[in-house]
């Protein structure tokens, strides 16, 4: 017997009202905050540059999507919270996100035209944006858009250059590496030991909340391996613009190889590295971390203790270099912790505010990659080739600068100024509104009972104004 699914629901409420609900509201979406994204996007001008950074060859005559229309579609859709290729399907047919990316045929569009997709690219069309190859690109009949990695590389730094109205006395670039799991037969799977998993291995480098490098890699290699040569482009063109700034590395034990100090040394580029515990670095520091247990023992709670020394590896390192200890001791007992520096440190008193200040503010970063990966879903890397997974990755980094855009711009002063991206997307942008096309406007009716009310109308002035 066939079931025929009701078109409406109905259900008796406390209030004794009966309740019916059909989906025969009309034009109507559930992302007006993506009003936010557009301007952040006009202020900085991203996807314009972006675009910049794609050859098309396809004949301008027979196209009904430009590619900065497509990768605003892309990019407002990761940070509306749309993942998947398949989900623009669906958002092709909304007038507002239409409207927002530029889609000038959609102000005479009718109902029926606007259903069948008119206004945006489906996702085939979008598909292509990942999988075209820049060498073949002019030569193949269906994905004739290419992207140059270089020219991305050079606008995630000039993003961020941009943000200065002047130059900064001091900055610091933090180097993180990653597991990316990969449940499929993707180019480059290997399997990583330490995260247990098939996955790749992506390396990012922040300046605070400035996203400077997204580069995908395989997991058979060392976590440090290409740092080098990302960090060498980054300080020439931050150097280029801001030749006398104090730049530091900051970096977890992964990254404490001395071919990396020793081009930081050469460079004059200054380093916090951590420095991974080993037996002669606990003897060295033995007599600490027995003041700390006796110290421990006395007051009944944790102490932490610092002291520093020149230091040297007996085969890996080419030189002395200053080290600061942290000798810790609580009831679970020693946890002696340990970076390498190039910065000045004269007393103990420096030794504390270099460790606590200045390399565990790293931690920071971790938020940003989890911002990235998750929130923004830089682990979509579902693609056969590591080529088209890259440029997702791009994708979703250029989805991370509108909202940290909004965060910097617009929040400061805000209860929301240290807000992370879900927490941005589902108060500002997840907002309800009714949709009115005419001839000549789209008219955005949101909803008086939106409780960020307030504080979108002030981001959308600072955005506007500022």
């Given at each position: 017997?066939?079931?025929?699914?009701?078109d409406?629901?109905r259900?008796?409420?406390?209030s004794r009202?009966?309740?019916v609900?059909?989906?025969?509201g009309?034009?109507?979406?559930s992302?007006a905050?993506c009003?936010l994204?557009r301007?952040?996007d006009?202020?900085?001008?991203?996807?314009?540059?972006?675009?910049?950074c794609?050859t098309?060859?396809?004949?301008p005559?027979?196209?009904e999507h430009?590619?900065?229309?497509?990768?605003?579609q892309r990019?407002?859709?990761l940070?509306?919270g749309y993942e998947?290729?398949?989900?623009?399907?669906?958002l092709?047919?909304?007038?507002l996100?239409?409207s927002?990316v530029g889609k000038r045929?959609l102000k005479?569009a009718?109902r029926?035209?606007?259903?069948?997709?008119k206004?945006?690219?489906?996702?085939r069309?979008?598909?292509r944006?990942e999988?075209?190859?820049?060498?073949?690109a002019a030569a193949?009949r269906?994905?004739r858009?290419?992207?140059?990695?270089?020219?991305?590389d050079?606008?995630?730094?000039d993003?961020f250059?941009r943000?200065h109205k002047?130059a900064?006395?001091?900055?610091?670039?933090?180097?993180?590496a990653t597991d990316d799991?990969?449940?499929?037969?993707?180019?480059?799977?290997f399997?990583h030991a330490y995260?247990d998993?098939?996955c790749?291995?992506?390396?990012y480098?922040?300046c605070?909340?400035?996203?400077l490098?997204?580069?995908?890699?395989?997991?058979?290699?060392?976590g440090a391996?290409?740092?080098?040569?990302?960090?060498?482009r980054?300080?020439?063109?931050?150097?280029?613009?801001w030749p006398?700034?104090?730049?530091?590395?900051r970096?977890d034990?992964g990254?404490?190889r001395?071919w990396l100090?020793?081009?930081?040394?050469?460079?004059?580029?200054?380093?916090?590295?951590g420095?991974?515990?080993n037996?002669?670095?606990?003897?060295?520091?033995g007599?600490?971390?027995?003041h700390a247990?006796?110290?421990?023992?006395?007051?009944?709670?944790?102490?932490?203790?610092?002291t520093?020394?020149e230091w040297?590896?007996?085969?890996?390192?080419s030189?002395k270099?200053?080290?600061i200890?942290k000798?810790?001791?609580s009831q679970?007992?020693?946890n002696p912790r340990f970076?390498?520096t190039?910065l000045r440190?004269?007393?103990?008193?420096?030794?504390k505010r270099?460790y606590?200040r200045v390399?565990?503010?790293?931690g920071d970063?971790e938020n940003?990659?989890?911002?990235?990966?998750?929130?923004?879903?830089a682990?979509?890397?579902?693609?056969?080739t590591?080529r088209?997974?890259?440029v997702?990755?791009?994708?979703?980094?250029?989805a991370?600068l509108?909202?940290s855009a909004?965060?910097?711009?617009?929040?400061?002063g805000?209860?929301m100024a240290k807000?992370?991206?879900?927490t941005?997307r589902?108060?500002?942008?997840?907002i309800?509104?009714?949709?009115?096309?005419?001839?000549?406007r789209v008219w955005?009716h949101?909803?008086?009972?939106?409780?960020?009310?307030?504080?979108f109308m002030?981001?959308?002035h600072r955005?506007?104004?500022t």
């Amino acid at each position: 017997m066939t079931e025929c699914i009701p078109d409406e629901i109905r259900f008796r409420a406390p209030s004794r009202h009966e309740l019916v609900a059909r989906f025969d509201g009309g034009d109507m979406t559930s992302d007006a905050g993506c009003l936010l994204l557009r301007a952040a996007d006009d202020r900085l001008s991203l996807t314009q540059r972006f675009a910049n950074c794609f050859t098309d060859h396809r004949d301008p005559s027979r196209i009904e999507h430009t590619v900065e229309e497509m990768l605003r579609q892309r990019v407002y859709g990761l940070a509306l919270g749309y993942e998947d290729l398949v989900d623009h399907d669906d958002l092709r047919r909304d007038p507002l996100l239409a409207s927002l990316v530029g889609k000038r045929d959609l102000k005479g569009a009718t109902r029926r035209e606007r259903e069948r997709g008119k206004g945006l690219a489906g996702s085939r069309t979008l598909n292509r944006l990942e999988l075209s190859v820049p060498e073949t690109a002019a030569a193949d009949r269906y994905r004739r858009i290419g992207l140059d990695p270089e020219a991305v590389d050079r606008l995630l730094i000039d993003t961020f250059l941009r943000a200065h109205k002047r130059a900064p006395r001091r900055i610091v670039l933090d180097l993180d590496a990653t597991d990316d799991p990969l449940h499929g037969q993707q180019e480059g799977r290997f399997f990583h030991a330490y995260y247990d998993c098939y996955c790749y291995l992506p390396l990012y480098i922040f300046c605070g909340q400035h996203l400077l490098c997204a580069r995908l890699r395989r997991s058979n290699i060392d976590g440090a391996a290409g740092s080098l040569e990302e960090l060498e482009r980054i300080v020439t063109q931050i150097r280029a613009r801001w030749p006398k700034v104090q730049i530091i590395v900051r970096g977890d034990s992964g990254f404490c190889r001395d071919w990396l100090m020793s081009w930081c040394e050469d460079e004059s580029v200054d380093y916090v590295l951590g420095v991974a515990r080993n037996a002669r670095l606990e003897e060295k520091v033995g007599p600490l971390l027995m003041h700390a247990e006796q110290l421990c023992e006395a007051r009944g709670r944790t102490v932490k203790l610092y002291t520093y020394f020149e230091w040297r590896t007996l085969e890996t390192w080419s030189r002395k270099r200053l080290v600061i200890a942290k000798g810790e001791h609580s009831q679970r007992g020693s946890n002696p912790r340990f970076i390498v520096t190039s910065l000045r440190c004269k007393s103990i008193k420096d030794a504390k505010r270099l460790y606590r200040r200045v390399y565990c503010a790293r931690g920071d970063m971790e938020n940003r990659i989890k911002e990235q990966q998750l929130y923004l879903f830089a682990d979509r890397t579902s693609a056969h080739t590591m080529r088209a997974n890259q440029v997702r990755l791009y994708l979703s980094s250029m989805a991370y600068l509108l909202i940290s855009a909004i965060r910097r711009l617009a929040l400061v002063g805000t209860d929301m100024a240290k807000a992370q991206c879900d927490t941005i997307r589902l108060r500002l942008l997840k907002i309800g509104a009714r949709l009115r096309v005419t001839a000549r406007r789209v008219w955005v009716h949101m909803a008086s009972s939106c409780p960020a009310a307030e504080i979108f109308m002030q981001a959308w002035h600072r955005l506007r104004t500022t």
